[in-house]
DNA sequence: CGTCAGATTGATATTCATCAAGATCGGTGG
DNA sequence: CCACCGATCTTGATGAATATCAATCTGACG
């Protein structure tokens, strides 16, 4: 499988957000990054290194993560097809975090000097790559109240409505279905969990017909109860396109 | 009391992490705000809303809020004197939490309009802006890392090395002491535990003859030991300036 | 067939929540 | 001045959520 069209995914998720005008998608287009392929738990950022480019997951899951003294760990963000994992490494110099891989996939990392030059010929563009970083923050809100007041139930169910959405964006999750090829250890990390607990939150979602999560592959059952159960209000996510 | 002069704050926030040129001060000095007086559990700004401003603290506390449906709360930041609490609503339109205080203080409300009018003509300080931002959500992804993996305790020990830098940064926090106003209830809103949790943390600190905290003047008593039960590595708070 | 990573399950231990009751303290009306 | 009040802090007892440890089970794959 060759790298999906990294342009165009961005263009999908830069459109969800505002308008973008001819010019501006052209700018877009101008961009020459450098393909990579990844495997699972390769690590496509270091912690402490200074990036000279910004990468953009096309395919396959990535994730940032904390490590901390013990060897436990934290995912502190997910990202999905469509999204710049460290657009910030174009203001914050060294990374507080590293960036790794969750399963197989593409990533184009784009220079920082390209994506500087797009910030100097359009203010538009550089409020929505702004604004993308921005979106990132909201989601990391949304993830310290569930770290901190949702039952390790309701975590779950609002990450998985969370994912579907932000698939949807980009077309990969027709029918609320989607690829999900996480392993349950990872999905600990993200939740803040063991992965015994984990597991078991998993089953119990299965066992009231929640989902439905088979080799890679999950199916949310029904959506309105699964958004129930967590509380979930997309609200944060800025799904809907807004007057420039 | 009156008002602290706010855009000194501000400058002091910015040099903080990077160069500013005389013409960017005055830019900066040129920005009028309207002052507002606080006292505690005031909302400065309401979830769901579309603000026209962005409200930079002066003098005391203020944090952005998710209130659950249960009722309980979790904040997911918290603001000191010389922090912009919403710079993102220049992006965002809509306020996906609010933002309250925690003590009395000042606030001052800057225009959007004049904040965009930055962004025009100085593309360094636009970044400078943006950084701000970022160093926002690297401060969320290093809380998301404590309420994920850290015990309460050392989340407590680590929440206390962060402010106690931030607040140097605008001068607040000279030998390790400064105002610490919050009750513990907020306090536990903030480490996502319950206040009687919250309280035994505190006074396991004191106990530990790691701070003493009397009548809203807290004073850390050994950094050192404080940080490294915290495993604090201040890197994301990117105190140090950068070559433009 | 053996091996290995991951998923699952059960038993037990820790952390933290909840409930209830005092203790403390500043403010307030009489 | 003093009794009272509400908010907050503190402490103890008990229970729920989650961690940890240890097996077993499953399927992919050389």
Redesign the pocket.
Known sequence: MPSPPAVDLLLATLECRGAVSPEERALVRGLEGSVRRFS??EELIVVGSRPVSSCLVTAGMAARVVGLA?G?RQICSLHVPGDFVDLHGLLLKQMDHSVVTLTPGYAVYYPHEQLREITRRSPHLTRMLWLLTMIDAAIQRSWIASLGR????A?LCHLLCELCLRLDVVGLAARHRFEFA???????DV?????????????QL?ADKLIRWL?RSLEILDFRRLAEAAEFDPLYLNLHREPR
Do not use: E
């Open positions: 699972r738990r013990d436990s949702r039952s390790a139930q975590h996480l392993k349950q250890g990872d999905l600990a939740l803040g969990i063991s992965t015994v607990h984990a597991n078991r939150c998993v089953q299965r080799d």
